[in-house]
């Protein structure tokens, strides 16, 4: 068996509250799963469409402390284990631990099994706490029963300084937590990993500043349209994934590029920005 994944965040919130957002049904429901159901220490249980294989819980508790939440999680017929650990690094702040066990990079990439979702499922989540503990809106959730993959999120900066986070190479490394080279023209490469080592090799399809920018990535993935509409100074930013075979949707690379979505919107959003990943996480969390 590979190693497990480890994802860690930076929660501004003390202990005990990220623990009730981990773990009372009502703020589960906000922004985790459409449905859930907890009671501790005997059962924790989250299902809906914002849930891989959702259509029922497929968990068992295994252990809960006041830091510590373990489950096993039946997926594509395997026992997977999730552990969330919780440690505190200030009066108003946690470190959240995710350790997630049967992830394979290469299910991800080829889609042929629903754990290849699991890490960005868990990195999307733990961008949506953040926000839920913090009191901003969600970004979004990706739906597990469809295969219309959108998300739209207003957000409070104008179309041009969106755009350039969106198309400045050394900007959106910086927010997204990984090296990416983009060279910012219709044609242009578009580079996860840097044009020297690409990881997912792609390129600009469409490029027009300040409104939209759509990259291919080629098959199973597709092509990533984001759009943009500012009106009064904030900006609607809309996400599509299109192209890809409908009987298989990439929802691996759709939550890493929602979970981007809310990382971008507070790198634009605030001047003190500094990333929820830890620096050395980032790259880990992001791929």
């Not at 068992?60 to 373990?70: F, I, Q």
């Not at 041009?160 to 983009?182: C, M, N, R």
């Not at 291919?216 to 009106?231: H, I, N, R």
Request: charged share 25%; hydrophobic share 40%.
């Amino acid at each position: 068996m590979s190693e497990p994944m480890i994802i860690r965040a930076r929660l501004a919130a003390p202990v005990d509250a990220v623990r009730r957002a981990l773990t009372e049904p009502a703020q589960l429901r906000v922004w985790f799963a459409e449905h859930a159901e907890v009671e501790l220490p005997n059962r924790f249980e989250f299902w809906g469409r914002y849930t891989p294989e959702g259509d029922a819980p497929h968990q068992r508790l295994l252990h809960a402390d006041d830091t510590t939440l373990r489950f096993n999680w039946l997926l594509d017929g395997v026992d997977t284990t999730t552990e969330l650990s919780l440690a505190a690094t200030g009066p108003d702040s946690t470190l959240l631990t995710l350790t997630q066990s049967h992830f394979d990079y290469q299910e991800m990439m080829a889609g042929t099994s629903i754990r290849g979702v699991l890490q960005t499922f868990w990195v999307l989540a733990t961008a949506n706490l953040a926000d839920h503990l913090e009191g901003r809106p969600l970004t979004a959730r990706v739906d597990f029963t469809s295969d219309e993959l959108r998300a739209d999120v207003l957000v409070d900066a104008s179309a041009a300084t969106i755009f350039d986070a969106l198309t400045d190479s050394q900007k959106v490394s910086s927010w997204f937590g990984f090296p990416i080279e983009i060279e910012a023209e219709v044609g242009g490469r578009y580079a996860m990993g840097g044009f020297d080592n690409p990881l997912l090799p792609a390129k600009v399809l469409e490029l027009e500043p300040g409104r939209k920018l759509a990259v291919d990535w080629g098959q199973p993935v597709g092509v990533t349209t984001w759009e943009l509409a500012e009106s009064d100074g904030k900006t609607r930013l809309t996400m599509v994934q299109s192209g890809f075979d409908a009987a298989k949707p990439p929802y691996g690379g759709w939550s890493g590029n929602v979970s981007g979505l809310a990382e971008l919107r507070r790198y634009v959003e605030r001047s003190d920005w500094q990333p929820i990943w830890p620096r050395d996480e980032a790259a880990a969390s992001q791929s």
